[in-house]
């Protein structure tokens, strides 16, 4: 059965992954450990999944994972493009059994392509402009994953950049894409110049973790603890839903991390 059967109704279908009831045991990078609610968590989670369906996605909802701690970001596991999608191989040895699971959610949409050792990559790491995939050089994906992604989307014409990721944990926690031509993104974190031909809206210097969106055809769902820059995201005439995302963000996951969408 073609995708298009599957999902007749709607344009876009999203994946996501019930919080883990160890949440508490998630990896850190950059944040100091506090307590995390997983009521709190659930809730909020609950919360983004009515909005993505409010907007027209059909979502699957993947059961919790009791032993993966960080597998409600599912965006990690994958990549998705239209033509095919790209199951990866987290960087951080905790998460690397979250893909089992999402090889298996994504094989009736999309032809898969794996990444293999030594390449270790997080979705989180990928901004992806039309044809062009930038990747994100951090803690978490490595210069073999640049090679073997650029390697096996040759034929679907990709080209692979990377940028490197200093002050943050993904490159998606520092820039992310809004609308056509146009990226929000952190100058403390990121350099606007790398992106020559985009518009680029920076984040409210008061709100660090603000320039994380996630853009579905033309609806964005966006923090809505980041008032300032989401001002500043409505007076570009992007139209925004926001979501409270405080609880995950003290696991250091935002918007984008807590799905996979795919254009069906
Ligand atoms: C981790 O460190 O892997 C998780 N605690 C947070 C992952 C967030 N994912 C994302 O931004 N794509």
Redesign the pocket.
């Known amino acids: 059965m073609s995708h298009s059967m599957l999902n007749s109704m709607s344009n876009y279908t999203a994946i996501t992954r019930k919080v883990s009831p160890a949440i508490e045991k ?4 950059h944040l100091v450990r506090e307590p995390i609610s997983f009521e709190v968590a659930t809730q909020q989670h609950t919360a983004y999944v009515e909005c993505l369906k409010s907007i027209g996605c059909d979502v699957v909802s993947l059961e919790a994972e009791a032993d993966l ?2 597998s409600v ?1 599912v ?2 596991a994958a990549l998705v493009l239209d033509e095919v999608a790209v199951i990866t191989r ?3 040895v905790s ?1 690397q059994a979250e893909v089992n699971t999402i090889r298996v959610a994504l094989k009736p949409y999309r032809e898969l392509i794996e990444i293999e050792a030594p390449a270790t990559l ?4 990928i901004v992806r402009i039309d044809k062009t995939i930038y990747l994100g050089l951090s803690t ?1 994906s490595n210069q073999a994953a640049i090679d073997q992604l650029a390697e096996r989307l040759r034929p679907y014409n990709y080209t692979v950049k990377g940028i490197e990721v200093k002050d943050c ?2 490159l ?2 520092a820039v992310s894409i809004v609308g056509k031509d146009i990226l929000l993104l952190n100058p403390a974190w990121i350099d606007a110049s790398l992106f020559p031909n985009m518009t680029i809206i920076e984040t409210d210097p008061s709100e660090d973790f603000a320039a ?1 969106a996630v853009l579905i055809g033309e609806d964005i769902i966006y923090p809505e603890e980041f008032p300032k820059t989401a001002a500043k995201l409505r007076a570009h005439g992007l139209k925004l839903h926001t979501v409270l995302a405080t609880e995950l963000a003290k ?4 918007v ?2 807590c799905s996979l969408i795919i254009k069906n």
């Open positions: 998630c990896e850190l990078t701690p960080d970001f965006e990690d987290p960087g951080a998460r997080d979705g989180g790491d978490r944990l993904h998606k926690s994380n696991a250091e996951g935002a984008t991390c």
